[in-house]
């Protein structure tokens, strides 16, 4: 019995960890728990297998691990995107937005839902925090699709699904940690999620336009008198149409001095050119543009800049995810101090919840260290690899049980846990079948997304629980009396976008050219043309001259200066490798050189 668990000891410690966390001990100690109580037990039980390599000294090392998580630069981008986004959630951005893209979309059936889906795609590009975008919109948008006769279910799926794209579409907090498991690049992680976040963003509209037809009265359109900002819908074309002239003016006068870059400058130009003249025209009351136009090129420039400011340096390489982040979070509090809305509160609160989402980060590698020096003692990582790459299907079958895995271990884990426990399991078995490990990651993050959304435990349900109606309440606005939201509506609304996530995995699955795009369109050469020249060893070879001493040296050790391997290289030119009229003799090796 001791020696079948002394072979076993790796599925024992896996199994005992997936219990400790069922039976809801925090993540963080139930990892270190176990590697040291392995550990232990690894240590009494070496002398009985071969697989065990534990011994006490071994533990030396875990100070060198534990300063390799707290010294790593990448997880430096987590606090900045952390408080830029929960900074900018304080700012009323979301609320500006809301209103101003709910009044864009008002007139069409569904208008408000996509209104919430295109708002949480630009919170989840400015904030990366889930539970930021949910409250946000569950606050501000739940009541006004209530008061216009929203199906419920529809409006609390709507949200809750929206504000999870924050987790997929970059910079998304999830996917840092993706790539710092699976040692990739964090800007190869954002350019590969960008299009599948934005096909993510296009299928839930889609949804939202079928169920316009298939239920035509589960989401009607506003109502004349609740479009604050009129009609106006041509002017804003307008607007856009000459500032794209100006971009292309700009672009064309730029591009002899500055190249490639003159397209991404003559836009920046045009977008300037426009948002000075909308805030001139509200300013001064010149009324050359509607109030919607001006509302939504006030409103949306910002959070536009503020995304270009962040992702657009780390796409073009100008700065790091890390310098990324911390510029979004400088960017954030200038917003909030423009909007009059920066204050000392604000920052403290953001400070406290960036620290503790920070340390909860920390803690749980720490244990994740712990936990795997024990797993990789015990060869833990081999048993998994050598159980992933045996299955049958190869990469398919590997694909699917993967992500089958992922999606019911969702179901208790959060995606943090997921990322740390799981992840450096599977990517060894991923990159052994040449998997490409951008593509895996960005693939595990789409299945991730799920565990916010997976009744009863998703978080972003519990997020929308919190500040849904829970008991009947009089409308601010039309002074009904409105019914609560009930907790099975909110779990029944989340199951069609549960159902999308788990299509957009088999999409990605299907067109892996989604993600692959961040690899670029190479150098354009082709392997098999490159051709390698060794030089040699005589005639002035390695680059040096050759004065017939050998070695390219002059008067060198009095050796031949040809190659040995050629006959004594007794035929060489006569003066720096070029053929001359005459030859130079042979050095005569039969007796010894003289230095008189």
């Not at 949480?120 to 539970?131: E, Y």
């Not at 972003?460 to 609560?484: C, H, N, Q, W």
Request: glycine content about 12%; hydrophobic content about 55%; charged content about 10%.
């Amino acid at each position: 019995m001791i020696e079948f668990i002394a072979d076993n000891l790796a599925p024992i410690m896996f199994v005992s960890l997936i219990v400790f966390l069922l039976l809801g001990y925090p993540v963080a100690f139930s990892l270190a728990a176990n590697g040291l109580l392995f550990f232990v037990i690894g240590v009494e039980l070496a002398p009985l297998s071969d697989s065990i390599n534990l011994s006490w000294p071994l533990l030396n090392a875990m100070p060198e691990r534990l300063w390799g998580v707290m010294s790593n630069d990448t997880l430096l981008a987590i606090p900045f995107f952390t408080f830029m986004g929960i900074v900018l959630e304080r700012s009323g951005m979301a609320e500006d937005l809301l209103d101003t893209i709910g009044q864009l979309f008002g007139p069409i059936r569904g208008g408000l839902a996509y209104a919430v889906i295109f708002v949480g795609a630009l919170l989840a590009a400015t904030t990366g925090v889930v539970a930021a975008s949910v409250i946000a919109m569950g606050l501000i948008s739940l009541p006004i699709m209530l008061r216009y006769g929203y199906d419920r279910s529809i409006a609390s799926g709507v949200i809750a699904a929206s504000g999870t794209l924050a987790q997929i579409i970059p910079p998304s907090l999830v996917l840092i940690v993706l790539a710092d498991q699976l040692g990739r690049s964090v800007g190869d992680m954002y350019a590969g999620a960008l299009i599948p976040g934005l096909v993510l963003t296009g299928l839930y509209m889609l949804y939202i336009l079928i169920m316009t037809f298939l239920k035509r009265d589960s989401m009607p359109a506003l109502p004349l008198e609740a479009r604050s900002l009129g009609s106006g819908v041509t002017s804003l074309i307008v607007a856009l149409a000459v500032a794209a002239g100006i971009a292309y003016a700009a672009h064309v006068y730029l591009y002899p001095t500055h190249g490639e870059n003159a397209d991404i400058l003559g836009g920046t130009v045009g977008v300037i050119f426009i948002y000075i003249v909308a805030l001139a025209d509200k300013g001064l009351n010149i009324n050359m543009m509607s109030r919607l136009a001006q509302q939504v090129i006030i409103v949306l420039i910002p959070p536009l800049a503020l995304i270009f400011l962040v992702l657009g340096t780390i796409f073009l390489g100008i700065a790091t995810p890390t310098e990324g982040g911390a510029m979004g979070a400088v960017g954030a509090l200038v917003m909030a101090a423009a909007k009059g809305r920066l204050s000392l509160d604000v920052v403290r609160s953001a400070l406290a919840a960036t620290t503790r989402l920070s340390s909860f980060v920390l803690f749980i590698l720490i244990g994740a260290r712990v936990f795997s020096l024990t797993f990789y003692g015990v060869n833990g990582h081999l048993w998994v690899e050598h159980l992933l790459v045996s299955m049958p299907g190869g990469e398919t079958g590997f694909l699917i049980a993967v992500n089958v895995l992922v999606f019911f271990l969702a179901f208790f884990l959060d995606f943090f846990e997921l990322a740390f426990i799981i992840v450096p399991l599977l990517a060894p078995a991923a990159d052994r079948l040449g998997i490409d490990l951008i593509w895996f990651g960005v693939l595990l993050g789409i299945n991730m997304q799920t565990s916010f959304m997976h009744p009863p435990f998703g978080f972003a349900l519990f997020y929308l629980r919190s500040v849904a109606a829970k008991i009947p309440y009089l409308d601010k606005v039309t002074g009904k009396r409105m019914e609560p939201v009930t907790t099975g509506q909110i779990y029944w609304g989340a199951v069609p976008f549960v159902g999308i996530q788990i299509l957009m995995v088999g999409l990605t699955i299907m067109f892996p050219g989604m993600v692959m795009h961040y690899k670029g369109d190479g150098s354009g050469v082709d392997p098999a043309t490159i051709k390698i020249e060794v030089p040699g060893f005589g005639g002035g070879g390695l680059g040096l001259p050759d004065n017939g001493g050998g070695l390219g040296l002059p008067g060198g050790l009095q050796l031949p200066a040809g190659n040995p391997l050629d006959g004594g290289g007794a035929q060489q030119p006569a003066e720096g490798g070029q053929q001359g009229t005459g030859q130079k003799p042979a050095t005569d090796l039969s007796s010894p050189p003289s230095f008189n």
